[in-house]
């Protein structure tokens, strides 16, 4: 196998990840996407560890499981609060740090 | 084109694989489109999960067992649950997700395309020959062995970080 073809693919979930994140209203939407972004990095991770050889990239693959992990449980806190304060979790409407 | 040269002669060697690599990966593109666009929020997170399988399929593909596994327990076991929590408790958005403007969605879709040009002329330029020959999957003592000895701090600090996290998603979430 070509590892192209892995990155390729990998560029591609990062892509619509980062359509998703920049188009999507929904603040569970956007966060679906960052886990695009973040799966997107995990393949080439294992990919590069099969082309060296090498168990580093897997335990860093592991490593960004578990940051995800704290990440979706952090951003799902904090989407609950806003929806519990506005009644709405429309991330177009939360300009409160807005100069 | 060189790259589809050099994938038209490795096919002969890895013909199996690639013809799954190829089925899951149209799979996984099309499902990750579905999740950016769809208007259901449960169905974005149902397209998901389509997503985070194929990831771990192709974990699978790597020879990187342990990964996979990893994979499915906590993405599509416990995130994608805590997304549909997420869905659930803020019920008012359960409907349509189409108020975002055309010029946005434009916008975004030009970002998105430009930059998947500029990672593929990177990627193909760059790594044009580098060729994965898997001979045995990576072993789980080899990963245990590593993350318990040359990455003990990361570790450590991974733990500490979700420990954190999980403290933390309480205290904010927490009703007073």
Request: glycine share 8%; with cysteine; hydrophobic share 65%.
């Amino acid at each position: 196998m070509l590892l192209n073809q892995f990155l390729l693919l990998s560029a591609m979930l990062f892509c619509i990840g980062v359509y998703g994140v920049l188009a999507r209203k929904n603040g569970v939407l956007v966060l679906m996407s960052i886990e695009l972004i973040l799966n997107a990095v995990n393949i080439n991770l294992v990919a590069f560890g099969a082309l060296t050889d090498d168990v580093g990239g897997e335990v860093f693959a592991l490593f960004t499981i578990a940051v995800a992990a704290a990440e979706v449980g952090i951003g799902l806190a904090i989407v609950l609060l806003i929806y519990r304060n506005r009644r709405s979790i429309d991330l177009s409407e939360i300009d409160l740090m807005k100069g | 084109m060189s790259l589809l040269a050099a994938l038209s002669a490795d096919a002969d060697l890895y013909v199996a694989q690639n013809v799954f690599f190829a089925v899951i990966a149209a799979a996984m593109i099309f499902s990750a489109v579905r999740v950016v666009t769809t208007g259901n929020v449960v169905h974005a997170a149902l397209w998901l999960v389509v997503v985070l399988a194929g990831v771990a399929a192709q974990f699978i593909l790597l020879g990187s067992e342990f990964v996979a596994v990893t994979q499915v327990l906590v993405y599509i076991g416990a995130v994608v649950v805590l997304f549909l929590f997420g869905v659930m408790l803020t019920r008012a958005s359960l409907g349509d997700d189409e108020s975002v403007g055309d010029e946005k969605r434009g916008m975004a879709a030009v970002v998105g395309v430009l930059l998947f040009a500029v990672m593929a002329i990177a990627l193909i330029d760059s790594f044009e020959d580098g060729r994965l020959v898997i001979e045995n999957p990576q072993s789980v003592n080899a990963v245990s062995d590593a993350i318990f000895s040359q990455y003990i701090v990361a570790f450590e600090a991974v733990s500490v970080l979700l420990l954190a996290a999980l403290i933390g998603a309480i205290v904010v979430a927490r009703k007073d």
